[in-house]
């Protein structure tokens, strides 16, 4: 089987003209990064698992995504966290949510689908499940951001909420406001397996422990060889309502439909029809891959085995 | 419109020779009664969401079933409650995870539905909400039971996790272990709307700020006037990787399976085969309604208009 790996780093209002060159560039190198991580695993013959883990972490890793290092701040001036992934070889899948010191919330989840009986950790359970398994913390030190700080501070004085990467500081309020930097990964790997996987930092100003789409399995996140691996981003409450990720699987799988139509249906018809902004990335086990999204832009990124990697932002 | 309103309590082993007459007696006076608040809604022309949340009040407010004041104790001898909502006629829907003081956390995963942006309100966070919501709190007092205590004490002595209906104090490994005392209601009004809730306190010793698929929209609840509402108990990890209660949905929707077919298909197949015990209540917008489920006993009843309310526990 040849393999293949899609990366998204969110989705919204991205637009050219708000973007400086060198921040472009900066956005450019990082995903072809994720892409090179992701497919290192792959070309020697490890799992779509440990393709998607390898690409979200270099994600993680950058401040300039929202998960992770890059996540924003809440409005008690916290960084909550939320991750998911899952098998499509077993079903087999784990998630956290509202977590505030894990380096890599995705390695947890990893380790949430691989080594407990349970789906899904919350909060300080989740971290002190992540101790026992001797991951990765993180200080408040390594979350701070100057410029997420900023836009914290922008989002209050407006008592608004700020979508991430609507353009550059721009604000918007936007029903209620949503976070749009979420980062995911989907891959089939050459022994014809997927898995998909989805890491967040939730929403600037935030209150009340929201946790959107990203840690659900189903929402934001679904993979299952028989049919596709999906991987969503955008209005999370959208995604929560319409169980977006589940959704694909079931048009293909008791519909029919193809990876295109399915993702298709739901980006361009079902969730336009109700205003719900975002995109999603997704594959197929013979090697279909999708990047969809009905907002001005998606950082997004795919590599397949004898093709260059390819990696873009707007439309 | 003829009304259908449709309860649970939880489905597990449970099995008459391990139950005694009067506490028998107990479980069906409360399910009656859980029917008779939300069919008074019903009755007077209130929607399904009002009947499903009167309903299930009723059932947090008994220390029977696992939800609200007879919430199972976690490791850390605290309870932990989740519970969720969702409108058939709107696709709104509302959740809370992981509460500690909420009296109701159904009636305050409705507030988040109706008055807040989000879908998902967690921990700390929900609870503030709650508080500017004006919901009503409770103390650990409120919550002590001494049956459920030595159910937790018992649970840590075998460093095993309980099954809260497994007979009468019955322990059991399974998996992992899964809390088998949920609630939940499904209604149809006499508008021909719609309404799905679901509420629990959790897994005796449970550890890690574990989530089952109760708080899950798409897992433990869903619902949608076009097919169907529906509400799930059961070992939740299944519940969650094989996003239950939408792919009730969606097998109506796009594979035109009734109601039956898809619950038979789901609980009897699916999740048999897989070695997901559980169940499910579900109708549709026609009045058809059914109580599914593979273990051996859940915790049940419906009442029609015409008809005389019907509660049952075992197969």
């Known amino acids: 089987m040849k393999y293949v790996l899609v990366i998204h780093g969110g989705s919204g209002t991205i637009l050219k003209e708000n ?21 290192k695993m792959l ?28 996540a924003v701040f809440t409005h008690d001036e916290k960084n909550e966290m939320d991750a998911s992934i899952m098998d499509g070889r077993t079903l087999a899948a784990g998630s956290v949510s509202g977590v505030r010191r894990l380096k890599n919330p ?43 700080f900023q836009q914290l501070h922008e989002a209050k004085k407006s008592e608004k909420v700020m979508l991430d990467h609507s353009g550059e500081n721009e604000m918007t309020d936007h029903n209620g406001g949503e976070m749009l930097g979420t980062v995911g990964a989907v891959a089939l790997d050459t022994h014809g397996n997927t898995a998909a996987a989805t890491s967040t930092g939730g929403m600037t100003n ?29 209005h999370g409450e959208y995604f929560m309502r319409n169980v977006v990720a589940y959704d694909m699987s079931a ?63 707007f439309k």
């Open 19 to 39: 973007m400086s060159a060198s921040r472009e560039q900066d956005y450019l190198h990082t995903l072809e990064n994720a892409l090179q991580a992701g497919e």
């Open 43 to 70: 070309k020697c013959g490890q799992t779509a698992v440990d393709a998607v883990e390898a690409a979200i972490k270099t994600m993680e890793d950058s401040p300039l995504f929202n998960a992770g290092k890059g």
């Open 106 to 148: 995705l390695s947890v989840a990893r380790k949430v689908m691989e080594n407990s009986a349970h789906v899904m950790l919350a909060g300080e359970g989740a971290e002190q499940f992540a101790k026992e398994q001797g991951c990765e913390f993180a200080d408040a030190s390594y979350f701070y951001n100057e410029e997420r």
């Open 206 to 234: 935030k209150k009340f422990g929201r946790i959107g789409d990203t840690p659900i399995i189903g929402s934001g996140t679904y993979a299952n060889d028989d049919t596709c691996a999906v991987s969503c981003t955008g």
């Open 251 to 313: 048009l293909m799988d008791y519909k029919k439909y193809t990876l295109q139509q399915a993702a298709d249906f739901i980006i361009q018809e079902k969730l336009k029809k109700q205003g719900g902004e975002g995109g999603l990335i997704a594959l197929d086990r013979e090697g279909n891959y999708v990047m969809n999204f009905n907002t001005a832009g998606m950082y997004r990124g795919v590599i397949r085995e004898g093709h260059e990697g390819k990696v873009k932002i």
